[in-house]
């Protein structure tokens, strides 16, 4: 397993160490495979690397057909052009016909900071999250997306899963197993429950110290698969607490705050905060960490929505 | 080249695909004869002289594909697999209904011997480059087969698909253009034209054929020229007649889609018949 803490890094190192036991494993670019980390495919495999070029569209459609012949492609682009640009070709090609396709959404979020708005996602998981049989993950770190790219390798079907540009703190168990679908609790609380996934989970860890320096003890769970979503862990521990806040970097509406209040909808008197990009656009930054702060994706905004749900919720006194 | 036995045989075929067509489009249903029509001849010479497949077994490792980019013309080829014993022709008649098989558009996962999803426009070629570059990956010769409409030639994905496969030498690809200059709202040429659409496909580095998409024989040979052609892909442009055969509904952009009256099916009903006799 790798040891690197770069999302996109340790991507493309497994796919290669895959490749080499899967003959079937085929990569697509659309002239960004230095930055999606295709490039480290091209370089082991240069047959089993297929440069598409600026053609988002034709790159998804012509995965399809490797997929018919048998092979399991891992189409790479910003989840962005993914998303949007592709978005009929996901819908017809990959989801309606249940092709064995792997979507990476890469550079995901604001982890383009530079490039502004047409290059960051707020609505990608949204997107994909709404199309029938398709799967969502969203890795909270190198350790995580290492394992799931293992995961989604041998999963048979459509999945998309949305990758971070940028360093990040490592927080998933080197031990833990990944599994697709399943909720992992990394903190224990019984005051509040944060669904957190990508890097809000180790700003919700932060936050979670935070309070409990308060005498508040914070569950943290990253939901890294936000669909098909474990619906019954995620009541279990919203039940746990009373007490829940989401955290993505994704607009509130349709992400993982959206799928946690619908698997929550029959649970009374839950009450729940969301923290996300609040309905607008990206733009650009000098820093990651200034375009976070500035969307209020941030450990202090995380503590600040556990404040809100627990002023509603009568089960801690303070 | 075919023989005339040969040409009769394919002919007939051709007329039993035009029979189930009407068949299908027993009032009120609502369906694309003109597409569907047009493209008969083509899919009966794909179906049965030059496609290696097997109805017994769909998944054959070996076959060749075929995709029907322009998935509105589903009927047609509803219509082959149904005379090839992919399914029973019983089913053709159930096209469309709730819970069953046939969809409005080419359906792989209910509907058996579809090789691709399509109808959205524009992506069969792009999808058949994948199958083709996956053949040639593995050293295999089966080839594909995509039939896209001249109306469906405005969608950007379609050159993106024609640039891709020049790129990658994929001379185990063919598209046939069924050219029935006719879109759903009227003439191409008056909608917006366009152009010159041999020169296109010349200048993406394709090697381009013109045939008559009506006449077997020519659609045969030039079938088989194109196993000849190397380091390139294929495009045959077939010049059709929308609504062919039927005649209240040839050269009418109004039976892109529409419905047949009770004297309209008749007489399709009687014409294919008397075609599928006369041969």
């Not at chain 1, 988002?56 to 995965?63: L, Y």
């Not at chain 1, 959404?105 to 707020?122: E, K, L, W």
């Not at chain 2, 558009?105 to 570059?133: C, F, W, Y």
């Not at chain 2, 929308?242 to 004297?263: I, M, Q, R, T, V």
Request: aromatic letters at 6%; hydrophobic letters at 45%.
């Amino acid at each position: 397993m790798t040891r690197a803490i770069n999302p996109r890094e340790a991507y493309g190192q497994t796919l290669v160490t895959l490749a080499e036991k899967d003959k079937r494993i085929v990569a697509l670019d659309a002239d960004l495979s230095k930055s999606t980390k295709g490039d480290l495919m091209e370089a082991r495999f240069p047959e089993r690397h297929i440069e598409m070029s600026i053609a988002e569209q034709n790159m998804v459609s012509v995965a399809v057909g490797l997929a018919l012949g048998g092979k399991i492609p891992f189409v790479h682009s910003f989840a962005v052009f993914l998303s949007g640009r592709a978005y009929d070709q996901i819908r017809v090609g990959v989801a309606l016909a249940k092709a064995n396709v792997k979507l990476i959404g890469s550079s995901s979020g604001f982890s383009d900071y530079g490039d502004g708005a047409t290059h960051q996602s707020v609505e990608d998981v949204a997107i994909m999250r709404s199309l029938p049989n398709m799967t969502v993950i969203v890795p909270a770190d190198a350790t995580e997306t290492a394992k799931a790219t293992e995961a989604i390798a041998s999963y048979r079907g459509p999945v998309y899963l949305k990758l971070n540009r940028n360093d990040l703190p490592l927080v998933f168990p080197e031990e833990k197993e990944f599994i697709i679908g399943k909720v992992y609790q990394l903190r224990q609380g019984r005051h509040v429950t944060v669904f957190a996934n990508g890097v809000m989970v180790s700003r919700a860890l932060e936050a979670a110290e935070v309070l409990a320096r308060r005498g508040i003890e914070v569950s943290v769970a990253d939901v890294s698969t936000v669909k098909p979503l474990d619906t019954q862990a995620v009541v279990s521990l919203a039940l746990q607490t009373g007490a829940v806040v989401t955290a993505e970097e994704h607009n509130i509406i349709g992400g993982l705050g959206s799928a946690v209040s619908e698997a929550l909808r029959a649970e009374a008197g839950i009450r729940i905060e969301f923290v996300g990009v609040n309905d607008m656009f990206g733009q650009s930054a000098l820093s990651y960490q200034d375009l976070l702060s500035h969307y209020h994706l941030t450990a202090e905004a995380v503590v600040q929505a556990c404040d809100k749900v627990l002023a509603y919720s009568s089960r801690v006194v303070r | 080249m075919l023989d005339v036995a040969e040409e009769k045989h394919l002919r007939r075929k051709a007329a039993q695909l035009r029979r189930d067509i009407a068949e299908m489009l027993e009032p009120p249903k609502v369906g694309h004869l003109g597409g569907s029509s047009s493209s008969v001849e083509i899919v009966t010479v794909l179906y049965f002289y030059k496609m290696r497949h097997n109805p017994k077994e769909p998944q054959w490792a070996e076959r060749d594909h075929f995709i029907m980019s322009k998935g509105h013309s589903a009927l047609a080829q509803y219509a082959a697999l149904a005379e090839c014993g992919y399914f029973p022709r019983q089913d053709l008649r159930h096209n469309k209904e709730l819970g069953f098989h046939l969809q409005g558009h080419p359906d792989m996962r209910k509907t058996v011997g579809i090789e691709a999803n399509t109808g959205s426009l524009g992506q069969g070629l792009s999808v058949g480059l994948g199958l083709a570059l996956s053949h040639k990956l593995d050293g295999q010769s089966n080839k594909v087969y995509v039939l896209v409409g001249d109306g469906e030639l405005a969608e950007g994905q379609i050159w993106e698909a024609a640039m891709a496969a020049a790129a990658y030498k994929a001379d185990n690809l063919v598209a046939i253009i069924d050219r029935n200059r006719l879109q759903a709202t009227g003439p191409i040429s008056e909608r917006m034209d366009s152009g010159d659409i041999q020169s296109k496909w010349q200048a993406f580095g394709w090697e381009v054929m013109e045939v008559d998409g009506h006449d077997v024989k020519a659609i045969a040979y030039a079938l088989d020229e194109a196993d000849k052609v190397s380091e390139r892909p294929v495009a045959i442009i077939a010049n059709t007649i929308k609504g062919k055969g039927f005649p209240f509904a040839e050269g009418k952009a109004a039976f892109h889609n529409a419905a047949l009256n009770a004297e309209q099916y008749q007489e399709a009903l009687l014409l294919t018949e008397q075609m599928i006799e006369g041969d």
